[in-house]
């Protein structure tokens, strides 16, 4: 489930606080790092449990209603399309998915106002009006439900994305990434599959995980030597001038570059320039750009890098 995108995101987060922290212990800052994409796939599950929560207390409530001093026809006899669907059952029940939650102590009881919300928001839908009148009563119909809720009411929802900044300082730039691997898990249930559906796991394969330690130690330990090599192509410009990102974002490229073989140059590029848009200034993808790329160039002419 994480990506290598995210997996980049994470390696330059760790090392600038590694340099911000005086160049600490590299072990302590590798276990950091772990535990950064770690909390990334705790992620993952809170995304997903937020269907059964509010599944829950929906029926919570519908429940309450029923037993009030004096029902309306309506508490007594209420729709049950929502607490009674299919696919939320089955996440419910999914057993890798009560491990985890129950491993790492995974839960939302402490923010049941936050639950509400999303509730209260889902409950005065267009699309939840819909679905209670959809005359399709199927899995399908149930489970197209919860992706399209999903994808409109928590995907790219400020209010969420800030709650979830607040809950975690792990997850500021995870959420929109893995928001989509939820939106992925929603799509790819399947009801013969039952309690044992398949969820995504943490990494793609070992070596996804070998890519963030040993990009993660590349940057450092070769940290002087690309930033020598940098510094050898700004000759147009004053070293103490440059952003300080922008040279810690070359520095990591360029250890991509120079410690994957399989990773085409033009992959890596792209990657680190859009990173760079992002988290240093408005001009910084067009100046590491023109860097990286001399660096290239040399280093193709030198027959010291031989990859496209």
């Known amino acids: 489930m994480i990506n290598r995108i995210l997996i980049r995101i994470k390696v330059l987060q760790i090392v600038y606080s590694y340099y911000q922290n005086g160049k600490g212990d590299l072990k302590t800052a590798e276990n950091e790092l772990l535990f950064s994409l770690q909390k990334s796939y705790d992620l993952y599950y809170y995304l997903l449990l937020l269907i059964v929560d509010v599944t829950n207390l929906h029926r919570r ?11 309306t026809e309506e508490d007594l006899h209420p729709n049950t399309r929502l607490v009674d669907n299919r696919f939320a059952a089955q996440l419910e029940q999914n057993e890798a998915f009560r491990k985890y939650i129950s491993d790492q102590s995974i839960t939302w009881a402490n923010d049941e106002d936050f639950i509400k919300g999303l509730l209260d928001t889902i409950l005065k839908s267009d699309l939840y009006a819909e679905y209670l009148n959809n005359p399709d009563d199927s899995y399908e119909t149930d489970k197209d439900f919860w992706r399209a809720a999903f994808k409109k009411f928590i995907c790219g929802n400020e209010n969420v994305e800030e709650y979830l900044q607040d809950k975690s300082i792990y997850w500021n730039d995870d959420i929109a990434i893995v928001e989509t691997f939820a939106l992925k898990t929603i799509r790819q249930f399947e009801e013969k599959a039952g309690s044992k559906q398949p969820l995504l796991p943490m990494f793609k394969d070992n070596e996804d995980k070998m890519f963030a330690t040993r990009l993660f130690h590349q940057s450092i330990l070769k940290g002087e030597e690309y930033r020598e090599i940098i510094n050898k192509h700004l000759t147009n410009w004053e070293t103490e001038r440059i952003a300080s990102m922008d040279m810690l974002i070359m520095q990591i490229a360029l250890a991509e570059i120079m410690t994957f073989p399989t990773i085409p140059v033009s992959v890596t590029l792209n990657e680190y320039i859009d990173m760079a848009k992002y988290y240093s200034t408005p001009k910084s993808g067009h100046f590491i750009n023109g860097i990286l790329d001399s ?5 193709k002419s030198q027959k010291l890098l031989l990859k496209d």
């Open 61 to 71: 409530n519908l429940d309450i209603r029923r037993h009030k001093f004096m029902p």
């Open 295 to 299: 660096i290239v160039n040399e280093l």
